[in-house]
């Protein structure tokens, strides 16, 4: 049982590349989300889905794509990399129950935009 | 915007102390409340929930809940090294699993 993966652990991007940083889960949690977290900050929702086919945007979505086809992978794109993008990227999980949904992380995506 | 706001810190206690760490959330209909604890360059991992006012105990830890003064807090008693670590509050505020953060407070903990 994996968890949450994430790949790729580390990247380094020009200005203007594009990217995408791949998220699967095998635990068939109906939830999935995307967060950023920049030096000695918290995390920021970037986008989270509540089942495939369906996504919704999260605090800070400018710059980002997401799709959400299965219910284990929830891929995030990144469309013309800029510096204010260097960040790690977690990955998360929960099944719905009201109220009482744990997130369940992978190890993070360290991205460097330069 | 969901505001959550903590102490960054750093917030340091001898080991064998009690470390008290709060959050403040500016959602006043905010139903379900969790702390997480993140080691240096890992993962967040699910420390304690909370969802009633009042106390909720788990071995060491205490969560704290007041959503008349919408304050949430951790403490952690008889404190040790290995508890040093940033803690993060979560707050859930409609409980629909979208959770939103603090900037998480930096605890270290002296031998």
């Known amino acids: 049982n994996a968890g949450v993966t994430q790949t790729p652990k580390f990247r380094i991007l020009k200005i203007g590349q594009s990217m995408t940083l791949q998220c699967t889960q095998d635990m068939n949690h109906n939830y999935m989300y995307w967060y950023r977290q920049d030096p000695g900050m918290g995390l920021k929702l970037i986008y989270y889905s509540v089942g495939a086919g369906i996504t919704d945007k999260g605090e800070v979505p400018n710059g980002y794509n997401v799709s959400r086809s299965t219910t284990e992978d929830f891929p995030l794109r990144l469309e013309l990399a800029a510096p204010s993008q260097t960040s790690v990227y977690f990955c998360?999980?929960?099944?719905?129950?009201?109220?009482?949904?744990?997130?369940?992380f992978g190890e993070g995506s360290r991205l460097t935009v330069l | 915007q969901k505001e959550v706001e903590q102490n960054s810190g750093p917030l340091s206690v001898p080991e064998g102390a009690i470390a008290s760490l709060n959050c403040t959330y500016s959602d006043r209909v905010s139903q379900s409340f969790f702390w997480y604890r993140q080691y240096s360059g890992k993962s967040p991992e699910l420390i304690m929930s909370i969802y009633s006012n009042g106390d909720k105990e788990d071995g060491r830890f205490t969560a704290q809940l007041n959503k008349a003064s919408q304050y949430v807090s951790l403490l952690i008693r008889d404190s040790q090294p290995s508890d040093s670590a940033t803690y993060l509050c979560?707050?859930?505020?409609?409980?629909?699993?979208?959770?939103?953060f603090g900037s998480g407070t930096k605890l270290n903990v002296k031998p």
């Open positions: 998360a999980s929960s099944y719905f129950a009201r109220g009482e949904g744990e997130l369940f």
């Open positions: 979560a707050v859930d505020p409609y409980n629909f699993n979208k959770f939103y």
